[in-house]
């Protein structure tokens, strides 16, 4: 494709990076740390946040986040570990019952994996899918309440706003994916930013949200909340960016989706940071 051009200074919260062959089998589209590269320099994003895929069974997320640690050196990516947890995230009430007895497993993110991968300058920030990977206990939802680093999360049908903000919201910034909505679900995605006006920790990722009324919405209402996000490598960045681009809204407002509110949230991804 080719290179974009535009004025505007972009970083991306929300691209994967698999490690191995394991995971793109697992996930999906297989791509380089090197062609992520270079389809984000032809979208103009000059950083990105990046996290391994889903493992499939009971595996522990250490060792492909150890991996994408060390693609990312030297790269312009930052690495954001991901964790799980034993807990159903979908709110019945059958999982509510199954949840006062779950316990961690040994392939489960525990409070002193939470408090490594805060003190490892590689990484700046966590990754959470819960409809895939369960929701961490109590414990280790507190340690990373002390930690306070940023946690990107996967919404959906599986794991609504409303569970989001049940379970997580107050305790540390949430980068919620793609409005909440993921795939095309325009009520939870309205529901998300109606969660904007009483959730100051609460920030939405723009990754797959195709309606352009919806991100007009969120922008006029909170400029201040909506990170640019452009699902990569399931999507190509160019197509994130000229969505946000043809957007009815403001230059200010484009560049704070762009990259200002980000570097709020993602200290690393400031301008002059490396």
Not at 30 to 51: C, Y
Not at 108 to 124: G, L, V
Not at 190 to 216: K, M, P
Request: proline share 7%; charged share 30%.
């Amino acid at each position: 494709m080719l290179e974009l051009e535009h004025g505007f200074r972009v970083v991306d919260v929300n691209a994967r990076l698999d490690p191995d062959e394991r995971s793109v089998a697992a996930r999906g589209r297989e791509i380089s740390p090197e062609r992520l590269e270079r389809e984000l320099h032809q979208a103009g994003v000059v950083r990105a946040v990046v996290s391994p895929g889903t493992r499939r069974g009971e595996e522990s997320y250490l060792r492909p986040n150890n991996a994408v640690a060390r693609m990312s050196v030297d790269r312009p990516f930052l690495a954001f570990a991901r964790i799980n947890g034993p807990r159903d995230p979908s709110g019945r009430p059958s999982a509510r019952l199954r949840n006062f007895t779950s316990s961690r497993a040994a392939h489960h993110a525990d409070p002193d994996d939470i408090e490594q991968y805060a003190y490892d300058d590689r990484f700046h920030g966590f990754s959470l899918a819960p409809a895939v990977d369960g929701l961490p206990d109590d414990e280790t939802l507190a340690m990373l309440e002390d930690v306070g680093l940023p946690v990107f999360v996967e919404g959906g049908r599986d794991f609504e706003p409303s569970a989001v903000a049940e379970s997580l919201l107050g305790r540390f910034p949430v980068i919620l994916s793609s409005f909440g909505g993921f795939p095309l679900d325009r009520e939870l995605m309205d529901e998300a930013i109606d969660l904007l006006d009483d959730h100051d920790g609460l920030y939405l990722d723009t990754s797959f949200v195709r309606y352009r009324s919806v991100l007009e919405r969120a922008l006029l209402e909170h400029p201040d909340r909506v990170l640019f996000g452009s699902g990569a490598p399931e999507t190509h960045p160019n197509v994130g960016v000229m969505e946000i681009l043809t957007l009815d809204v403001s230059e200010d407002a484009l560049a704070k989706a762009f990259s200002k509110n980000a570097a709020r949230v993602i200290e690393a991804l400031a301008p002059g940071e490396q």
